[in-house]
């Protein structure tokens, strides 16, 4: 069987037509490239789902910060920066999950493919499939960018929080207090201090009650002139009034 080729104007003969060349191509830069391109915008999730993860992760951890550092106690200025880096965590949360959980496009249910309104070729098939999936990307991609910098803000935030409660000054554990001695105590005092007193006003460390001798800080006139940290035996305490605290301690 001889295959017969037409002949241009110049006497060449011309390359014989081949219908199904162009569908034979785009079936394989369909099976290379639309996978890429879908795992492309899955690779973004699998990343916004981490993002999530670790921004949950520290607005969780700020949030108990908070009750167990007395959070109520700090500066106002100090309070205002760290809820303002709960809700950057929270808001870079939030983004993430909205790039995961955005929806994949579908086709037009009206569409019909083998009408020949719709059907305008393989090869404009495939161009919509890879337009939508760039399309897909680029929505994710975006929705990502917006929660790492918000991201960014909040860990400025948060440093700029951490650094100002590093910078407050240590609380005094010592409260004002007023300790009732025994009659033994009582001895001891008036021998140590040359004045009888059953009831000793001074400043104490509550932490300090469970030792063998507590550690009481008296002004002067109680013991003396001086003021003097007095070491009363735990023994020759009865009871101990502490103060409730105030600004002044």
């Known amino acids: 069987m001889t295959r017969r080729c037409r002949r241009r104007d110049d006497g060449r003969p011309a390359p014989v037509e081949a219908p199904k060349a162009a569908e034979t191509m785009v079936t394989e830069v369909a099976k290379a490239y639309y996978p890429l391109a879908v795992a492309a915008a899955d690779h973004a999730r699998t990343r916004a789902q981490a993002g999530y993860t670790i921004a949950s992760a520290v607005a969780a951890a ?14 106002a200025v100090v309070q205002g920066l760290g809820f303002a880096a709960l809700l950057g965590w929270l808001a870079a949360a939030l983004g993430f999950m909205v790039a995961v959980s955005r929806r994949r496009p579908t086709p037009q249910e009206d569409e019909d493919p083998t009408s020949p309104q719709e059907n305008v070729g393989a090869l404009a098939f495939v161009r919509d499939v890879m337009g939508d999936a760039k399309q897909e990307r680029a929505a994710v991609e975006r929705w990502l960018a917006i929660a790492t910098g918000a991201v960014g803000v909040a860990m400025a935030l948060t440093l700029l929080t951490v650094g100002g409660i590093l910078l407050q000054d240590s609380p005094d554990p010592k409260r004002a207090a007023t300790v009732t001695l025994t009659a033994d105590g009582a001895a001891a005092f008036a021998a140590s201090c040359d004045e009888t007193r059953r009831a000793v006003r001074g400043r104490l460390d509550p932490g300090d009650l469970g030792d063998a001798f507590v550690p009481v800080e008296v002004a002067a006139g109680v013991c003396g002139s001086d003021e003097v940290d007095l070491r009363l035996r735990r023994k020759d305490v009865a009871t101990v009034a502490i103060a409730k605290p105030s600004s002044a301690d």
């Open 62 to 75: 700020l949030v108990a910060a908070g009750i167990f550092a007395d959070f109520a106690e700090l500066p």
